[in-house]
């Protein structure tokens, strides 16, 4: 089957049409999308016959990455199923393109498996959860998210082992929670649903009765070392005093200090304190402030991710009172969204503020300093970046490590948080309509996520092949 939504183009705000519906009526539409598509027909999935090689659609993205670094991504992404999974959303991308959707779209995270959900801190102070990778975001269908969810759910259940039933009660949880979320924000007022978020502590209480004594220790630990995963304790990880001023501390390739690149790239240096000075005019006035009262004094690059990996990411430190009053930002490569190539091009003409405006969409809350800029000159082109804190308490459960009851607790909480995401850009009344209360949808789903699991499977073997052939290099273990 082929898509049948019409594309969209550009992104939700002042251009977006205004709501000229009724709720009654936008419920109704809802429900006659199911004439057109029922919600069975997103059961299962068969690949076209002219589906693209998955090594080769890798690679093709790779393109323009730092050559040096891609052995280490397709490393990470050979270690299992889960692994290439999460650095595989090109493929996916191309596969979802070939199934049906309701037509209705939303801001789409483009990427939203397990892995890509966390905790990072609100400028509140509050510990939250919500998305955390906004990378391939763009208008598109909320199906899109939602299979690529079910999915990741399918296989990390596999590559921990559980058996059929506990991977499809996992899988389940994921899709009724986000029917659920979508049916609940539908009956919510506008404002209601824009202030909703997940704070932490209040979930903590909420599921920590579900979980055994070992796994609310193991719980307690992430959330407390989520809480030192800040500027000062990345100050502690990634810097050593020289002549009484931190410094970026070597361990390459991970961390490369621009220092020991400026013999292979003698502009870089300039070309990056160039970005800082573009990327200020991005914040609101009230930040730039604040980002005034800190100076750039070191800069290096940083491999992050699996799927990432070889795109160009740089962390930056700059000191405000003292040695001892750090801020560490990222700086990442925004390159063209995956989901381009089957719903249009992005609006934004710099990549970073299409990433930039997705994450402000879908998030309930938001990093202070998240800003975009381009930057020329940099290895012969020009670049989009998006710049962020690099830690601000942020932390993430480890999926690969997680037992059943926590693996369907943790894909709840995934389906809450993704229906609260679109709910916030899309039609959640038409959608929920659409969902319906039953588990039509939920069924359709479960069977959806084994068989694309399948696929994924055999996508990794050939990417292992092909490295064991020779035709892909791959670097082990960094």
Known sequence: MTSTMARPQGTFGSERPPAV???RERAAMGRAVRVRVPRSAHAGFTPAADRPDPVTLLQDQAADRVADL????????????????RGAAAVMAADLATTPDSGLVVQACGDAHLSNFGFFASPERQLVFDINDFDETLPGPWEWDVKRLAASVEVAGRDRGLDDADRRAAVRAACSSYREAMRGFAGA???EVWYAHANVDAL???YLGHLKASRRKMLDRSLDKARTRDNTGALARFTAMVDGQPRFTADPPLVVPVRDLLTEVPDIEAS???LLRQYRDTLPVERRVLFDQYR?????RKVVG????????WMVLLLGR???DPLFLQAKEAGTSVLETHLGRAAEKNHGQRVVIGQRLMQAVGDIFLGWLRVSGIEGADRDFYLRQLRDWKGSLEVEEMLPRGLRLYAELCGWTLARAHARTGDRIAIAAYLGSGRSFDDALVHFAEAYADQNARDHRALVTAITEGRVEATAGV
């Open 70 to 85: 891609l052995p280490i991504r397709y490393g990470r992404m050979a270690v299992s199923e889960f692994t290439f999974f």
């Open 322 to 324: 003292d040695p001892q």
């Open 189 to 191: 007022t506008n404002l």
């Open 204 to 206: 903590r209480r909420q």
């Open 21 to 23: 519906r009724t709720a």
């Open 272 to 274: 990056l304190y160039a």
């Open 296 to 300: 750039a004094v070191d800069l290096a």
């Open 306 to 313: 699996v799927g990432s990996v070889g795109t160009r990411c």
